[in-house]
Every structure is written in C-alpha cells, then in structure tokens.
C-alpha cells in the first residue's frame, strides 16, 4: 500500500478554532476505543465476550492518565488502567515496539483475577513511548480451583487458585512468549477456548497501536500531547461546573453486603461523602471500614476507587462531563491499606472484586449525594449475582468436551433517578448496562442449557416518583445427558436496593432448586449447585430502588405499569395511591376521585 505525505495539522492553543480541533482529536481516539472493541466483540470465543460484552478497551498517556474510554465498562476503567500501567513501567524500564505485557493483579490495580488485561506501549520510531492502549477482557475460566472466575467463598488467594500475572511479558518484538503461553494453556480448563480470547485481545490492543501510530504520523507527537493536556483541562473545567450544581454538604450512609461464606455476619459498609460546591470538589472518605475478609468479596484498589467514582458521575446529572483523569481531578478518594472496601494485602482474596461488595460503595455514593443536593442522586441499583449471572461449567453430552462461561440470563436493576424510571438492563452499576443480556437462543446454542422461560416479576420494582426497575425471573437447568455445575454468588437476599429522596426498597433476589419431582429447594446465596437432567434453578434477581415519594408518581405512570403487568392494581393502591378500576372493556383505568381522595389522606 502507497502512503502519501501529507502537511501535519497543527493545534492552537484551546481557544477559537483550536477547540474543534479537540473535538475532532477527541472523537479519532474514542474511535479507536471502539475499533478495538469491535475487534475484540467480533473475534472472541467465549458468550461472556462475544455475547454478554463483558470486556472494556482503553487509551492513556505515555505517563499513565486514562484518555479515552469510548464505552467501555466503568469498574473496569476509571482509576484501574493507571495503576496497571504504572506497574508495567515500574517493572520494564526500557518499552520497545512490539513489547505487550499480561497484567491481572488485584494488588497492582487490576479488578479482579479474571479480568485478563493487555498492555501495549505505543512507542514512536525514536524509541519514545508515546501513549498506551488496554484491553480487559474477562475469560470463561482463570485457572480457579473451582470452575468459576468468581471464588466468593476462597478465603484466601491460594484458595481462590487463580494464575496472576504481575505486567508480564507476553510479547516481545511481536512474537509470544511461549513461557507464558503454555501456562495459560495447561492450567485453565478450556484452553482453546482461551487462545482464542487470547488472540481477540492481542488483536485488539495491536489494532489500537496502528491507530495511534497513525495519528501520531498525520498530526505529530507534540501535537497529540498539546491535545491531551487540553482535553483534560476541559474535562476539568466540565468537573466544576457540575459540582458547582450541586449543595454544600456531607453525610455518611451506611450499606452491607449480605451474609457470606467467610463472613457470616455480612460486611457492612461506611461512605462519607463530602461536596464543596463552591470549590468544585467531592471527597469520598472509606477508610472506616473492615479489613479484608477471609472471603473473595475484597475489592482492589482499583475497583474501590472506581467504584466510588462510579457513584459521583451517576450522582452529578450531567452526561457532558468527560470520564478521564482530566474531571477526575476534583475527587478525592480515601483509601486505607488492608481494608474490605480499600487497598488490599496479599493474601487477601478479591475474586469477586468488580460486583458484590462495589456496588455496596457506588450505591451509597449515589444515595448519599440524593440527600445533600435534593434533585441529583439516584436511588441504589438491585445487588448483583444471582444464579442467572453464574459460571456453568460440565461435559457437552455430545462431543465430551469440557464448557465453561458466564451467563447473563436475567438481571435488571436499574435504580430510579430525579427525572427517570430505572434502567431495566442495567445489571449493576459497574457495567452501567453495558454488559447484555444473553440470548435464550444463543446460549442454548452454544452451551447443553435448556431455559425454561424469564419474565418480569410484578410488585418487585423499587416504588418511587421513578420507580426502580422490577426483578426479573429466569428458570434454566441441563439438557438431557448432561450434569451440570452452576457456581454464582448472589447478594440482596437480606440486604435489598435502598430508595433514595423518600422512595422504597426494590425486592430481595432468591434462588432455588426445582428438583425433578417439581419439589424446590431453597438454596444458598453463594454455591455450587450440582443440576442433572430434570433439574433447574429458579433465579430472581433484585429490584432497583426508587427516587421520591411513591404517592407523588405520575398517575399516568402507575396506570401503565398496572397495563404492563409490573404492578398490580393492589399495589398502585396502597403504595402510590392510585385508584385503579376496569373499564367496559375489562382494560384499566383511573378512577380520578378515588385517586384524589387516597392521596389526600397520604399528604402530611
């Protein structure tokens, strides 16, 4: 291929027509966020990838700032990407071209052990490093003790069994270090299945360096830098305006995760959060919490920051800000070393690092900003994990080969918001709703699964002026011929979604065995179900918290859930109290004088 040469463009300081050339520079590096993950989607083996979208590709400066996220999940990326790219530069003094390393630490910024990450330097022909570029992308298996990538019950990293690798060189000159290769391959259980996900990943991460390489050759490396530091002043400057929206204030709100193996008492969960609006800034304070638990609940240092920070941009009402480390300059997170909720030591297991005990910080953040600065905030999204988000794993009865992958069958979640229902596909909010929902097809497809059938469960919702969403109910088990295992962990069956701003809890999730008799088993929040032909699991996941007094919901609003069927007329009743009778036609309606009567005697 020829290759013209064309005049490099040149940036102005940030002023006049140089801001739309930031524009312009901002959209080519989100866009190649994107192509890297369109490359990983497309060419990845495993349903938790190519199907549930549980992987994020990233861009940083050369001196580890995050610059371009496109729309990669936020426990994977906010203050995570840094730290691992510290630690490649902390342990590789010289970067060359064609180096790329494999880091899934939890002690040096990962998330957690499953979450495979490749780090590519992006250096110029000089020899000078210029930027990075990241992709995370979760396996199907990490070398566990278990066949699962979430040990909640391993109460130490040895029990959890993962491999870990610490900025480890997996290429160099573009060719793979076979060392490393052969231990991924003999340890994890669907190792072919693995190369693939591996090679989508590299792809990825290579894809991401020719772009960059690009840029830098069409605009010059000055340029880019002069760029960076301008979008991160702007994102700064979008960072105060919407704190200066906010009141002045502090609060602490106090969460818990349920009862687990390890910790039978739960872990609960203290966040102070603080905002100046007038100097544009917001702390969130962690540090009086537990150390870390003889359990895989312990979040990492990157996902305890994240997840806190995850709150605030949930919090702030403004979808304009920029998620860089430009606007993260206005937070302030506090973390203590060897905390359930901060900085952990080694041993300490944080298998399930990104989900459980997160969101038991993003949601009080969240909750917490609802009641310093009525009007902003949301109420709590549904806790994670129930057994239709679990790792199955068996035989195919067919072909004897070994599966293993997550499923993302049925999980809704989403909390209500000052202007909004809940996200019914939101999950958690780690992934924002950014992680799909599977198809029942596809992973019937795929996998020696049968699903029964998921819907909706009615009166499950978070009541509220913005309801959360409802819970949803899946019921799945093997085909015939095949035993199966499924491992999950499942939080919110004692501690559900809190409502924020005067709004109500969402429902608790629940789990059972319907055995082949049709008799059910209550089964416990965090197991390994063994299911054999005739054998399902019943799985329901939580309900999202609302926002605002129910009784002041919208009467149209409650009258096309009743038609919906996600709330019963009982319900509108007595929770929203609204009237709602049949029409001629047997189709509900409001019944304005009753409605007007029952929310009289509901005010003050």
């Known amino acids: 291929m020829n290759i013209q040469t064309v005049a490099k463009p040149t940036l102005e300081p940030a002023t006049g027509s140089s801001g739309v050339k930031m524009a312009l520079l901002s959209n080519r590096m989100e866009g190649i966020a994107r192509k890297m993950q369109n490359t990983l989607f497309r060419t990845a083996r495993s349903g938790v990838l190519n199907t549930a979208h549980d992987f994020s590709c990233v861009v940083l400066t050369a001196d580890c700032r995050l610059l371009a996220t496109a729309e990669s999940l936020p426990i994977h990326t906010l203050l995570g990407p840094d730290l691992m790219c510290e630690a490649v530069r902390r342990h590789h003094k010289t970067l060359k071209a064609g180096d790329c390393y ?33 992709a995370k992308a979760h396996q199907a298996d990490c070398g566990n003790s278990k066949p699962t990538t979430y040990m909640g019950d391993a109460s130490d990293v040895y029990e959890e069994g993962a491999l870990i690798f610490s900025a480890a060189k997996i290429q160099s000159g573009y060719r793979d270090n076979q060392d ?36 830098g050759e069409e605009f010059g490396w000055d340029a880019l830098e002069d760029y960076a530091e301008s979008w991160f002043d702007y994102s700064e400057e979008k960072m105060v305006q919407a704190i200066k929206r906010l009141s002045t204030g502090s609060t602490t709100v106090h969460s818990g995760h349920d009862p687990f193996p390890g910790v039978p008492d739960g872990i609960p969960v203290n966040v102070t959060i603080k905002v100046d609006a007038e100097a544009a800034r917001i702390e969130v304070d962690l540090t009086d919490n537990v150390d870390c638990q003889p359990c895989g609940l312990n979040l990492t240092e990157g996902t305890a920051s994240t997840a806190a920070m995850i709150g605030i941009y949930n919090a702030i009402k403004d979808h304009s800000v920029p998620v860089n480390s430009g606007s993260f300059r206005r937070i302030d997170i506090k ?20 989900t459980n005990l997160a969101d038991r910080v993003s949601n009080p953040v969240q909750r917490g900003i609802a009641e310093i600065a009525p009007g ?41 918001t000052p202007t909004t229902d809940g996200f019914l596909t939101l999950i ?58 499924l491992i999950y962990t499942s939080d919110g069956t004692v501690n559900p979604a809190a409502g924020a701003a005067g709004g109500g809890p969402g429902a ?73 009778t049949p029409d001629a036609a047997g189709l509900p309606m409001i019944d304005a004088r009753a409605t007007a009567a029952l929310r009289a005697e509901a005010q003050p």
């Open 376 to 416: 902003f905030g949301m109420g709590e999204g549904g806790p994670i994990m129930p057994p239709a988000m679990g790792v199955i794993s068996g035989k195919h009865p067919e072909t004897g080969e070994a599966f293993v992958n997550q499923i993302f069958l049925g999980i809704t979640g989403g909390p209500g």
């Open 335 to 354: 973390l203590r070393e060897n905390c359930a909720v901060g900085i952990p030591r080694h041993p300490a297991s944080c298998s399930v690092a990104t």
């Open 102 to 134: 494999i880091h899934n630490s939890p002690y040096e910024g990962n998330s957690h052990a499953a979450d495979h990450c490749l780090i590519v330097p992006v250096v110029d022909e000089g020899g000078t490093p210029r930027f990075f570029v990241l």
């Open 508 to 580: 608790l999730a629940d789990q059972y065995k319907r055995r082949a008799d049709g008799t059910l088993e209550t089964l416990p929040a965090c197991h390994a179900v063994k299911l054999s032909p005739g054998e399902t699991v019943i799985s329901y996941s939580c309900g999202g918290g609302g926002y605002g007094p129910p009784e002041t919901r919208e009467t149209a609003r409650v009258l096309a859930d009743v038609a919906a069927g996600l709330v019963t007329a009982e319900r509108a009743r007595a929770v929203y109290r609204v009237a709602i």
């Open 180 to 215: 490393l290769i052969r231990m991924c391959r003999a340890r994890i259980r669907v190792s072919e299945q693995w190369w693939g996900d591996y090679l989508a990943t590299l792809a990825a991460v290579r894809i991401g360096e020719r772009e960059l390489l690009t840029l």
């Open 428 to 485: 958690h909010t780690g992934n924002a709703g950014l992680c799909r929902q599977d198809s029942v097809e596809v992973d019937e497809l795929h996998h020696p699964l049968f699903v029964n059938g998921r819907h909706l469960v009615a009166d499950s919702e978070g009541p509220g002026a913005f309801r959360g969403a409802p819970a949803m109910e899946a019921e799945f088990g093997p085909i015939d011929g095949c035993e199966m295992t």
